[in-house]
């Protein structure tokens, strides 16, 4: 929950930091479910236009894939990075399948394999 220094208001509490891709701590995301109840305006926006970004006067939003959760950031970052801003680079890109496998760790499949010729 976010909290102005100058005023002091507080975001509502359906209102959570993004802690999926989200190194900077820049988004926030709610459920769209809270935002028709307590932001309607700007759940029909999103709800009507889908693949559109809602813009206020401190914030952008965007209503992701699935329909079910509303990414928030501030409007300057929005007018800095465009729509990327929504879905920021990993910061570690692509999984290794050999990080982790079944309980075993990459240090079991280091071994040297002798081959006979």
């Not at 990993?90 to 079944?102: A, D, T």
Request: hydrophobic residues 30%; aromatic residues 10%; positive net charge.
């Amino acid at each position: 929950m976010r909290v102005c220094p100058k005023c002091g208001y507080r975001d509502p509490p359906y209102w959570r930091p993004g802690k999926m891709r989200n190194p900077s701590g820049d988004m926030d995301i709610a459920r769209i479910d809270d935002l028709e109840i307590f932001e309607s305006k700007i759940a029909e926006q999103l709800l009507a236009a889908r693949t559109e970004v809602a813009v206020d006067e401190h914030y952008a939003y965007y209503l992701g894939k699935r329909a079910v959760w509303v990414k928030r950031v501030a409007l300057q970052v929005y007018k800095n990075c465009g729509k990327t801003a929504f879905n920021p680079p990993h910061e570690k890109s692509g999984h290794n399948p050999l990080e982790r496998v079944s309980g075993r760790t990459k240090t079991t499949f280091n071994r040297k394999v002798s081959v006979k010729s």
